[in-house]
């Protein structure tokens, strides 16, 4: 008499599969939304950085340009021009001089007077689907700003991250 074992078949299950393939969604699901929020942060960097830059510029033109700002970038030493996307080109760049109530679209209170300067970075292309701070600003007193969509204020969230 002969023994016969039953063998299973070697495989995985369509039931398996479908498990395996509902966490491999779910970790999809939470991992881009982190990613992206990690990208616009960077670009949101490579904004403020530009700004203060600029303001840099900006102090050393006046210390040696007869005590005035100016908002031609080209003498600055940029070489983008104002209002003209700059770096990975997820900003746009406006630099007022005088600073102006609203300088690029970016609304500020109490503008500082002559001789002063504004440097206004807008979000453009898939950076303006970061709602939270879509413009940043640094003016000649040293003050930033940021808003979100509709203008809301959001200038301490911004800047800090």
Excluded: H
Excluded at 64 to 75: D, E, F, I, L, V
Excluded at 82 to 88: K, M
Excluded at 107 to 114: G, H, M, S
């Amino acid at each position: 008499m002969e023994l016969r074992v039953a063998r299973r078949e070697q495989g995985f299950t369509l039931i398996e599969l479908m498990v395996v393939v509902v966490i491999a969604t779910i970790l999809v699901s939470l991992a881009v939304p982190s990613y992206m929020n990690n990208v616009r942060q960077s670009r949101r960097t490579e904004a403020k950085t530009t700004l203060l830059d600029v303001a840099g510029r900006e102090e050393s033109y006046f210390s040696t340009n007869g005590s005035q700002y100016t908002p031609a970038t080209a003498s600055l030493g940029l070489n983008v021009a104002n209002g003209a996307a700059f770096g990975s080109g997820y900003y746009t760049l406006t630099v007022c001089s005088p600073a102006g109530a609203a300088c690029g679209g970016l609304a500020i209170p109490n503008p500082p007077a002559a001789p002063s300067y504004q440097v206004v970075a807008t979000a453009i292309g898939s950076q303006v689907n970061d709602t939270q701070c879509l413009q940043f600003g640094v003016d000649s007193t040293g003050q930033q700003y940021a808003t979100g969509t509709g203008g809301a204020v959001n200038t301490a969230y911004c800047w800090a991250n």
